[in-house]
């Protein structure tokens, strides 16, 4: 796991907390296709994040995994290919991921009646 820091002050720390390791523009999405729907190679994860590059694809990926919220496996195939799952302490944002799945769903309906 990366150096992280324990936040133990005032309420809003553990928000911060949970930020350390789910901030950047990709990894709740990478999260929330690894949670709800499976392993997945990184071809097919780069599929479902059209925006991203290849390099941002591979630091966030490497971030999940320093952090033990996803695992990489090596299949043995030809072409050697990887595999990504979720771990199960990764397995414990599913309610946050789950809520701002929700949360964003409501924003993109009511902006689009507005739009």
């Known amino acids: 796991?990366?150096?992280?820091?324990i936040h133990n002050c005032l309420d809003g720390c553990s928000v911060e907390s949970t930020l350390q390791?789910?901030?950047?523009?990709?990894?709740?999405v990478l999260l929330y296709h690894l949670i709800f729907e499976g392993s997945y190679r990184y071809s097919e994860l780069?599929?479902?994040?059209?925006?991203?590059?290849?390099?941002m694809l591979s630091?966030?990926?490497k971030d999940l995994e320093a952090d033990k919220l996803i695992q990489r496996t090596v299949?043995?195939?030809k072409p050697i290919a990887?595999?990504?799952?979720?771990?199960?302490y990764g397995r414990t944002?599913?309610?946050?991921?789950?809520?701002?799945?929700?949360?964003g769903n409501s924003f993109n309906t009511q902006h689009s009646e507005i739009h």
Do not use: D
């Open 93 to 103: 944002l599913a309610p946050v991921i789950e809520s701002m799945y929700h949360w």
């Open 21 to 28: 390791l789910i901030s950047g523009k990709w990894k709740c």
């Open 59 to 61: 630091l966030q990926l």
């Open 46 to 55: 780069q599929r479902f994040v059209p925006g991203i590059t290849k390099r």
């Open 75 to 77: 299949i043995q195939e």
């Open 1 to 5: 796991m990366k150096n992280r820091k």
């Open 82 to 88: 990887v595999s990504y799952s979720v771990t199960e």
